[in-house]
């Protein structure tokens, strides 16, 4: 796969294997069950949650999320980051599919700003985290294993995960 190195764009440390680049920061949000970017947030914000509040990352993995060329057979394009509640959205969906999908700041998601991410398709695997689904309501990456149940849902009620393929995010020790 190719050499590791690590490379500074922005600020944030990266790894880049290949010809993709994986991007440290993501973490997993108890309340919603969402995968959001705490390193953009800094301390005093971590994004709006649709549980209310701010997202916490309290009992999160630290998780890497992957831009570059996608591999149809392993990855999927179309991922982006929201600069206004911090998630990780499908931005790819049709506009009868709920298009950029609901974002718990108000309106639908924006994708102003982020890079072209990729979500691997998946489920456990060495350094890897299997279990992750898309809502079909709101456009999110949510966590689906949780004790808690699917979260709560910018769109209203839990995540929906019906027409959700098997996703997995990698993550560091």
């Known amino acids: 796969m ?3 190195s690590v490379i500074a764009l922005l600020g944030f440390p990266q790894i880049t294997m290949a010809s993709e680049v994986t991007q ?16 953009s947030s800094g301390a005093m914000h971590m994004g709006v949650c649709p549980a209310g509040g701010n997202h916490i ?4 993995g630290h998780y890497l999320e992957q831009t570059g060329i996608d591999d149809p057979k392993k990855s999927q394009a179309g991922w982006s980051w929201c600069n206004k509640c911090q998630g990780f959205f499908y931005s ?12 718990p700041a108000g309106g639908t998601h924006s994708k102003d700003g982020s890079g072209n991410y990729i979500a691997l398709i998946g489920e456990d695997g060495p350094r890897q985290q299997g279990g992750w689904r898309w809502c079909d309501k709101c456009m999110g990456m949510f966590y689906s294993r949780a004790s808690a149940g699917k979260g709560v849902c910018p769109a ?3 995540h929906s995960d019906a027409a959700s393929g098997h996703y997995a995010t990698l993550f560091t020790p």
């Open 2 to 4: 190719g050499g590791v």
């Open 24 to 39: 440290q920061g993501w973490r997993w949000c108890s309340k919603c069950q969402g995968m959001f970017y705490a390193a």
């Open 57 to 60: 990352q309290t009992g999160s």
């Open 92 to 103: 790819r969906a049709s506009q009868g599919a709920g298009g950029m999908g609901h974002c």
């Open 156 to 158: 209203g009620g839990a």
